[in-house]
T-cell receptor, first 111, second 115 residues
């Protein structure tokens, strides 16, 4: 069975500072990795997916299969980045291939 | 296009009472999911459905039942509520997609308190 670990429950950085939200996974196959974000009083929404290799709102994430990690990074944090961030894994096989979420990291960007 | 909607938004139950949470989506999605969100636990899958008339157990199914009688609706039932079921419940939906387009769309959540 797959597992997603986000070691930091809470993370605070100052505006303009770099930020990195850690995500490690365990899965025997080749996974799909995602970051979802939940802003205050809003619903959970997709931020980015590793397969697209895109940058969304200045965030990037690289899948490192050797270290089984998918850390989320942004060089200059903004106050509007304050939110709960979830890393999620989708297995490459299985009937429904549903997502497995990590426990989440609450990011606070201080002024 | 409302996306995924959930009814009700809030509910307080006494232990032993029953209730049904309704999830509706207007995106013609095949797959639907029910999660619960608890502090420090992230989102955990309760039940899911891969099509009308089908349901399957997720990670934490005990104490819950589901039904998918119509493609657009996915109901989550609590037959005898317990304080351990105090949580925020999220519904999500998606189509069986290609590799580059997979995305689950979430509802706004239902905050349930069991006293």
């Amino acid at each position: 069975a797959q597992r997603v670990t986000q070691p930091e429950k809470l993370l605070s950085v100052f505006k303009g500072a770099p930020v990195e939200l850690k995500c490690n996974y365990s899965y025997s196959g080749s996974p799909e990795l995602f970051w979802y974000v939940q802003y205050s009083r809003q619903r959970l929404q997709l931020l980015l997916r590793h397969i697209s290799r895109e940058s969304i709102k200045g965030f990037t994430a690289d899948l490192n299969k050797g270290e089984t990690s998918f850390h989320l990074k942004k060089p200059f944090a903004q106050e509007e980045d304050s939110a709960m961030y979830y890393c999620a894994l989708r297995p490459s096989s299985g009937s429904a291939r549903q997502l497995t979420f990590g426990s989440g990291t609450q990011l606070t960007v201080l002024p | 296009n409302a996306g995924v909607t959930q009814t009700p938004k809030f509910r307080v139950l006494k232990t032993g009472q029953s209730m049904t949470l309704l999830c509706a989506q207007d995106m013609n999605h095949e797959y639907m999911y029910w999660y619960r969100q608890d502090p420090g636990m992230g989102l955990r899958l309760i039940h899911y459905s891969v099509g009308e008339g089908t349901t399957a157990k997720g990670e934490v199914p005990d104490g819950y039942n589901v039904s998918r009688l119509k493609k657009q609706n996915f109901l989550l039932g609590l037959e005898s509520a317990a304080p351990s079921q105090t949580s925020v419940y999220f519904c999500a939906s998606t189509s069986p997609p290609g590799l580059r387009t997979y995305e689950q769309y979430f509802g706004p959540g239902t905050r349930l308190t069991v006293t």
